[in-house]
């Protein structure tokens, strides 16, 4: 239920703008057995079967739920608040909030950015219940933390279509889009060079429906059964970005526990690190290939450009690369530890070699006597 302001024209924006959150909760999240969590059944997410695919076609479908509706106070009245969670096997749990909106003109959505419902923050709203969900979840996570940490958020503003001849829409009102997902209340301000980058690599597949995806938001048009595909693409683009905002926080710890460690001194210590990194080593290598599961479904192209959109937004190439590298300097430890754990061997067993040599000579000698 939405309470529009009454001088909303025929032309105005109707749709829904959706909040994604995603927070890392536990080292990895094993299949969830039992049928439901937090009260409502646990499904995995389907896929619009209307549209043509290939036979073959990879998709991840992560375990979610669907919460019932919530009535709350928002940026421009009474609202119907609708919330998913998503189990990501990467240790992170992804929560959607959306709520439907009636604007006069596009700048009228900076107002949606991280608003309030009843005074109460969303991200709270969401972080309250992604703790909520934790605490039922802890059986089947693999060290789950005490509570939800660092939430990733996105926001994407689905506006209701068709919209015929999308991209000549977008024309028009590239500035003022371009201030919408920039959160620009002042839209005479912003540049031509910052509307340029913001929407210059929009995505278009029919007349009709248009993608404009930047690092902070996202404005999609589209008829209002088609943004579900398109919002999970998103959604794992975000999760692929808080785990690896986690990988990166977790290795800059090891490295720095690591470093530490070289200076003890004692075998059973080094021992110790060298047992600690090996494990470390597997359990990252096997944790990537999670994460590069997640959207190792690109069947439908368009979908796959979406991602490659918000992978290029989101700096996903760049993240990756600072973990490579961070990962290769943990190798360039262990191997260092591992080397100088095996001269050690070494030297002591040259050390008894030549014991018992000095030995045998010894004995040689008091026989001779």
Not at 203 to 226: K, M, N, Q, R, T
Request: aromatic fraction near 8%.
């Amino acid at each position: 239920m939405t309470s529009a302001p009454s001088n909303v024209s025929q032309d105005a924006l109707r749709g829904k703008a959706v909040y994604l959150f995603a927070f890392d909760v536990a080292y990895e999240i094993l299949p969830v057995t039992a049928p439901t969590l937090l009260g409502q059944p646990l499904t995995t997410f389907s896929l619009d079967e209307s549209k043509r695919r290939p036979r073959e076609l990879l998709f991840f479908r992560p375990q979610m739920i669907h919460l019932p509706g919530l009535e709350r106070h928002g940026p421009r009245g009474m609202v119907r608040l609708h919330r998913t969670v998503k189990l990501l096997p990467v240790g992170v749990m992804s929560v959607a909030v959306s709520a439907d909106f009636e604007a006069a003109r596009i700048e009228d959505l900076a107002a949606y950015h991280e608003p309030s419902f009843d005074g109460e923050p969303l991200e709270d709203l969401a972080h309250a219940l992604a703790a909520k969900a934790l605490d039922e979840l802890r059986p089947f996570c693999v060290r789950p933390y005490a509570r939800p940490l660092s939430e990733e958020a996105y926001t994407v503003f689905c506006v209701n279509g068709p919209r015929p001849r999308a991209l000549e829409w977008l024309a028009t009102h590239r500035r003022a889009i371009a201030a919408a997902l920039a959160e620009e209340r002042r839209t005479d301000r912003l540049s031509d060079q910052e509307a340029e980058e913001t929407t210059g690599r929009a995505l278009s597949y029919y007349h009709e429906d248009l993608a404009v995806v930047d690092w902070d938001a996202a404005l999609l048009v589209d008829a209002p059964h088609a943004f579900e595909e398109t919002l999970h693409v998103l959604e794992l683009a975000n999760v692929q970005l808080a785990s690896l905002e986690s990988y990166d926080r977790f290795l800059d710890a090891v490295i720095s526990r690591a470093y530490s460690d070289l200076r003890a001194r004692g075998p059973r210590r080094r021992r110790r690190i060298l047992t600690d990194l090996r494990e470390i080593r597997i359990d990252l290598a096997r944790l990537n290939d999670e994460m590069s599961n997640l959207t190792k479904f690109f069947g439908d192209w368009h979908l796959a450009r979406i991602y490659e959109r918000a992978a290029e937004r989101f700096h996903l190439d760049d993240w990756r690369r600072i973990v490579g590298d961070k990962l290769r300097m943990l190798d360039q430890i262990y191997e260092m530890i591992q080397h100088d754990h095996f001269n050690r061997w070494m030297i002591a067993l040259e050390a008894m070699i030549v014991a018992l040599f000095v030995l045998d000579v010894a004995l040689l000698f008091l026989g001779r006597r």
